[in-house]
Structure formats: structure tokens, C-alpha cells
């Protein structure tokens, strides 16, 4: 009887008002370009709403995009014509007339791709700037969880990979890109060898680059989640266990209070990484269907223009609609490092 009465007693004193405080998702929408603030909307909204708006604006982008495309392959087609007939009738300076029109694809085509590598360029560090903010927000959910270690590697993974491929993208694989594109046009305007093993060798060097970095920051972390996330289902487990066992009678009362704050954590952690991967979505899917549109309109001009017997015209569109890809790949690297961040971070420990 003493001890029910002391029982009461204490437990009157113990309890206490909790208050939880709603997220503040002010931050995330800070970081993000306006253009993909208002693509993604709020994260109390329904998925299907903001990918509706995607869908819509990666069709404009699309459409918007292939006039563009269709003017600048008709131009080079013009060129490739032109040196055609030139050739026929010009049979002793066939190499001006092939340098002509090189300078004049080169015209036509480098202001595009370098307004492309501005473009990648602005994706990264956008990107970039938005992990800072998504990947602690990720962190903390997961870690309040119950999921500590796991969501410790998770983070310290992403961000040092992140930072890295920046680093490199921005010190090393964009100016390989830019060097690709000066040396295939020389290459192709002089009809040199050795230039041409150049510019594949740089072509090689920048994708085995993103190659490495996207393999790599995978393999490393979802082997140290793996690993990470066996001790935290253990810990949980045990956790439980010991709450129950210490306290007979308010244990197991205590222990479903803590899956209930759990759950409630794993539910802002799932809000807040589809908010993330609608984001995602929203910054990369103009730039990128504008730069695969363009891809494919070079690689199907190319195409094109060795149709008129122009191999050298055909050789470098085809090597300026590759540089366009080799930086569509390099800003997906950084897509995906973020990507494959917060699918791992969403995904919950069983135990």
C-alpha cells in the first residue's frame, strides 16, 4: 500500500506538460533558386502536386529548348553543304574550305556550350549549397530515430564527397572539358592525329573522374551504413530491453513513449527527405532537359553532316555534342551523390 501511494505521489510530481515544436522548413526553402522554390511548393503539400509541376516544366523546357536545337543544326548542316560544293568545284585548296567551315561550326556552336558549362557549373553549386541545409535537417531526424552511428557516417560521407566533387568539378574536370573543346576543334580543323588522341585522352581522364567519384562515395557509403546500421538496430534493441527490465512497472509504458517520439521522427525525416528528392528534381530538370535535347540534336547532326562526306565537320559536331554530355554527366554526378544520400537517410533501421 506504501508503495502505491508513493507511486501516485511521484508520479503527480513527474508529470509535466510536453510541448514539440513544428520544423522550420524556412531554410531549405532559402537555399533554394527561386525557379525551384516554386516547382517544389511547401512540404505539408501532396508529392503528386510537385511532380506534376515538374512534369509540366521539363516539357516546356523541352519545347523550349528545340528551336534552339533545330535553328543551330540546320546552320551547321548549311555549313556542311556549303563545304561540300566548295569541295567539287575547289579541288586544290579542299583544306581552307574544311578549316572555313570548322571556324564557322565553332561559331555557331561555342557560345552555346560554353553557356552550358555555366549552367552545369551554377547546378553543382546550387546542389551543393542545398546539402548544407538538407543534409543536417536528414541527420538529426535520423539520429532522433534512434539510428546515432549510422546517421553519423551518413552525414560525414555525404558532406566530404559533396565537398570533394565540387572541388574537383570546379579545380579539374571543367577546364578538362574546356581543354576537350579547344583541341577537338584544332583537331578537326587540321586534320591532326595527335591533337585528336588528345582530346580522347581528356575526353577518357574526366569520365573515369566522375566515374570514380559517383562509384566510390557509393561503395563507401553503403558499406559503412550497413555496418553502422547493425549496431544501431542492436543498441535499439537493447535499449528497449533494459527500459522494460529496470522498470517493471512504468517501463514498458516508457518504452512505447519512445516509439511513439520515434515514429514521429521518422515521419519528419520521410517529409523532409521528399521535399529534398522534389527539390532535387526541381533544380536539375530545366538545365538538364535542355542540355539532352542538345546532346542529341549535336550527335543527330553529326550524323547528318556525314551524310555530305564532310568526315571532319561530322568529327568535330560530334565532338562538341559530347563535350555537351561529358557536363550533363558531370552535373548528374552531383545529382546522384545527393540522391543516393537521402534514399539511404530515408530508409529506416529495423529493430
Known amino acids: 500500500m506504501k508503495k502505491l501511494i508513493f507511486?501516485?505521489?511521484f508520479s503527480a510530481f513527474l508529470i509535466t506538460p510536453?510541448?514539440?515544436a513544428p520544423y522550420d522548413d524556412s531554410q531549405l526553402h532559402d537555399s533554394l533558386p527561386d525557379y525551384a522554390d516554386e516547382l517544389v511548393g511547401d512540404t505539408a503539400q501532396s508529392p503528386q502536386d510537385g511532380l506534376s509541376r515538374l512534369g509540366s516544366a521539363f516539357t516546356e523546357a523541352v519545347s523550349g529548348g528545340l528551336g534552339g536545337v533545330i535553328k543551330r543544326a540546320l546552320s551547321i548542316i548549311a555549313v556542311a553543304m556549303i563545304c561540300a560544293v566548295l569541295?567539287?568545284?575547289?579541288?586544290?585548296?579542299?583544306?581552307?574550305?574544311?578549316?572555313?567551315?570548322c571556324a564557322a561550326i565553332a561559331i555557331i556552336s561555342v557560345a552555346d556550350v560554353n553557356s552550358f558549362i555555366s549552367s552545369g557549373?551554377?547546378?553543382?553549386?546550387?546542389?551543393?549549397?542545398?546539402?548544407k541545409t538538407l543534409l543536417p535537417a536528414m541527420c538529426a531526424a535520423s539520429a532522433a530515430c534512434g539510428t546515432l552511428s549510422s546517421a553519423t557516417v551518413k552525414y560525414a560521407a555525404s558532406v566530404l564527397f559533396m565537398d570533394s566533387f565540387v572541388t574537383v568539378a570546379q579545380s579539374v574536370i571543367l577546364p578538362l572539358i574546356h581543354a576537350y573543346l579547344a583541341i577537338s576543334i584544332a583537331a578537326a580543323s587540321f586534320a591532326n592525329k595527335c591533337l585528336g588522341d588528345i582530346s580522347s585522352l581528356l575526353k577518357r581522364v574526366s569520365t573515369l573522374l566522375m566515374?570514380?567519384?559517383?562509384?566510390?562515395?557509393?561503395?563507401?557509403?553503403?558499406?559503412?551504413?550497413?555496418?553502422a546500421s547493425g549496431g544501431d538496430a542492436v543498441a535499439s534493441k537493447f535499449a528497449k530491453t533494459?527500459?522494460?527490465?529496470?522498470l517493471p512497472v512504468v517501463g514498458s509504458i516508457i518504452s512505447d513513449a519512445a516509439s511513439t517520439v520515434v515514429a514521429g521522427a521518422e515521419a519528419m525525416r520521410n517529409t523532409v527527405g521528399v521535399f529534398g528528392m522534389l527539390a532535387l528534381l526541381a533544380v536539375c530538370v530545366s538545365p538538364f532537359a535542355v542540355m539532352a535535347v542538345n546532346y542529341l540534336g549535336y550527335k543527330l547532326t553529326a550524323a547528318a553532316?556525314?551524310?555530305?562526306?564532310?568526315?571532319?565537320?561530322?568529327s568535330l559536331t560530334d565532338c562538341i555534342g559530347s563535350a555537351i554530355g561529358m557536363i550533363l554527366g558531370l552535373a548528374g554526378c552531383c545529382a546522384i551523390i545527393l540522391f543516393v544520400s537521402m534514399a539511404i537517410s530515408i530508409k529506416a533501421v529495423g529493430g
Open 305 to 314: 553532316v556525314k551524310a555530305f562526306g564532310c568526315h571532319k565537320l561530322a
Open 211 to 227: 566515374i570514380a567519384v559517383a562509384l566510390g562515395f557509393t561503395a563507401y557509403i553503403s558499406i559503412s551504413s550497413i555496418v
Open 18 to 20: 510536453c510541448y514539440a
Open 121 to 131: 557549373s551554377e547546378v553543382i553549386t546550387t546542389l551543393s549549397g542545398f546539402s
Open 242 to 246: 533494459a527500459i522494460s527490465t529496470a
Open 7 to 9: 507511486i501516485l505521489i
Open 87 to 101: 569541295t567539287v568545284f575547289c579541288d586544290d585548296a579542299p583544306e581552307y574550305v574544311t578549316l572555313g567551315g
